[in-house]
């Protein structure tokens, strides 16, 4: 299974960006997917996830309202809808896929076994 996150780049604050997260080798349908990011000298932290058997998504407090992940069956590909970008957003972010991820570990990112490569967003001020 490989990840392909793309969209990133540079935008002012209070613009939108919308990452994409292409899946090869196995449908998302039954997949738990998530979005993290890593800011400067940060750890990496859980930014919003979905598990698609349900639709169910999850956002950490930070993006909730201003972010929006979504899927394409078709297309295989999950995106976040980054809209009212924060300086404090800036980091490079990445997706993750998992079809053995129990809830309680949604956050988790040791939960996951597919990793794309990491796609840069920068927030100007």
């Known amino acids: 299974v490989q990840l392909q996150a793309s969209g990133g780049g540079l935008v002012q604050a209070g613009g939108s960006l919308r990452l994409a997260c292409t899946v090869s080798?196995?449908?998302?349908?039954?997949?738990?997917m998530a979005w993290f990011r890593q800011g400067p000298g940060k750890e990496r932290e859980f930014v919003a996830g979905a598990r698609w058997s349900s639709g169910t998504t999850y956002y950490a407090d930070s993006v909730k309202g201003r972010f929006a992940i979504s899927r394409d069956n078709a297309k295989n590909t999950v995106y976040l809808q980054m809209n009212s970008l924060k300086p404090e957003d800036t980091a490079v972010y990445y997706c993750?896929?998992?079809?053995?991820?129990?809830?309680?570990?949604?956050?988790?990112?040791?939960?996951?076994?597919?990793w794309g490569q990491g796609t840069l967003v920068t927030v100007s001020s």
């Open positions: 080798e196995r449908t998302i349908s039954r997949s738990t």
């Open positions: 993750a896929a998992g079809w053995t991820v129990i809830l309680s570990n949604l956050r988790n990112a040791a939960a996951y076994d597919y």
